[in-house]
């Protein structure tokens, strides 16, 4: 199903429109007037203008071109707004409204009845109980949440079944300096659901990583198998492991499956899962910011043995491989730094010092590894190495992620000046050594079957 005439408009209507602050139709047309486009308010009830933009009665008394609606209407007048979309031509419609098949018995009748009118007029729905989504990069706010705005562009997709907690990843995001290039919240998906965002999205120039929270669905293996057929990486966090499936039925209407069919599934597909929103922003931080990873082994550095030992302990639970360095890398690290405390893999220097950055490129030449760890905690009089990073990750084309903590104030620019090396920053080694792992399970994900195997069952 082709959902250009959701997320690519030419126009937008939004139905319900109100001259109150405050209400849904005001908040929905606040944010929709930021779009570079035509927007049409839309009340039978109302009169002159709000926004500048001049009422019309109907979606039918538009003669612009109009692709997607926004419904800030009660959910029993929905199908029949619905109706008139098709009528009018729009492909498009975002509904707010709940009632619908999380409501009960009258709500699933409602909600099939809507289905019914969208499907005869042609009509891409997202939600029902929905709280809309938006692209940055366009001013495309089709929500009547607040402060939309402030959420920066980027290239991290976040696709979830609760438009809540999309924007709590979202806003998360916003507080870490990581843009979004959409965010979008599927409500009861109605029409449109995983599989459409997801292909929608795969093919977005502007999207280097796709993430996905999942309340449950009743169509589990062609989610699995549209995730597993992306270009583009995909990290879910599928919430369910105890019992909450009559709380998740209220909220959007999805029946959780087994948590632990729906892990295994992922694993099986070679989709990373995680356990919360900072592991899924992490995730994808990774995945969209470094090279693509050749297969899991991993080369530690660290100017720390306490945190490398926490690093080391958590890749080994997710499937890394820590492999022997080479005999060439031993020596030139031993040339280096002579008698550092463990050359082998984790290499631990013991504290940071001026050479350190030599000792973390030459890990990152070795023909063993596929993917560098640094953890190195802040030091004033020395800062980080970035003079001699510079062009590595480019130069040897593999996934370098650093872990590092200190002082705000002094880490704040430093650790820009990093990430601007497309090395990724984490300010805890757990964080970091999760990262890793998400790169780990992407690359097991292009392995051999045997070998996806064999990782999967750990």
Do not use: W
């Amino acid at each position: 199903m082709a959902v250009t005439s959701l997320f690519d408009p030419s126009g937008i209507a939004v139905v319900g429109a109100s001259e109150t602050p405050g209400k849904i139709g005001y908040e929905a047309m606040r944010n929709a007037v930021e779009f570079d486009g035509p927007v049409y308010p839309v009340n039978p009830s109302a009169s002159g203008t709000v926004f500048d933009r001049e009422f019309v009665s109907s979606v039918t008394d538009i003669d612009d071109a109009v692709d997607l609606a926004l419904l800030c209407v009660p959910a029993p007048v929905v199908p029949d707004v619905v109706e008139e979309c098709g009528a009018a031509g729009i492909g498009g419609a975002v509904i707010f409204a709940g009632g619908f098949a999380e409501a009960g018995k009258e709500g699933k009748r409602l909600q099939r009845r809507l289905i019914e009118a969208a499907t005869e007029g042609g009509v891409h729905l997202l939600g029902p109980n929905t709280s809309g989504f938006l692209l940055p990069s366009e001013k495309l706010y089709a929500t009547f949440a607040t402060d939309v705005e402030a959420i920066p562009a980027g290239n991290l997709v976040v696709v979830a079944q609760s438009g809540g907690l999309a924007y709590s990843l979202a806003f998360r995001a916003e507080n870490e300096g990581v843009g979004v290039s959409a965010m979008v919240g599927l409500g009861n998906r109605a029409n449109v659901g995983f599989q459409e965002a997801i292909e929608h999205f795969d093919a977005d120039d502007r999207t280097d990583a796709i993430l996905l929270h999942i309340e449950g669905t009743d169509h589990a293996r062609g989610l699995l198998e549209t995730c597993h057929a992306t270009e583009t990486p995909v990290v879910a966090y599928n919430v369910g492991e105890q019992d909450v499936g009559d709380f998740a039925e209220s909220h959007t209407g999805a029946l959780t499956g087994r948590y632990e069919l729906y892990e295994a599934g992922f694993a099986q597909y070679g989709v990373p899962t995680v356990r919360s929103v900072q592991e899924l922003l992490d995730a994808g931080k990774s995945l969209s910011s470094c090279p693509r990873p050749d297969g899991p082994n991993v080369g530690v550095v660290t100017a720390q043995a306490g945190p490398g030992i926490a690093i080391t302990d958590r890749l080994k639970a997710a499937g890394a491989e820590l492999p022997m360095l080479t005999d060439e890398t031993r020596e030139t690290v031993e040339e280096i730094l002579p008698g550092m405390t463990y050359s082998a893999n984790p290499v631990d220097t013991g504290r940071p010092m001026p050479e350190f950055g030599d000792v973390v490129a030459a890990v990152a030449r070795d023909e063993n590894v596929d993917i560098v760890m640094v953890y190195e905690l802040y030091e004033r009089a020395l800062g980080y190495p970035t003079g001699t990073l510079e062009g590595l990750v480019d130069e040897v084309d593999k996934p370098i992620v650093f872990a590092s903590g200190g002082p705000d104030a002094a880490l704040q620019n430093e650790l820009a000046d990093l990430e601007a090396l497309r090395i990724p920053v984490y300010r805890t080694p757990e964080r970091g050594a999760d990262a890793v792992a998400a790169l780990v399970r992407y690359a097991l994900r292009n392995a051999e079957p045997d070998v996806v195997a064999e990782k999967v069952s750990r």
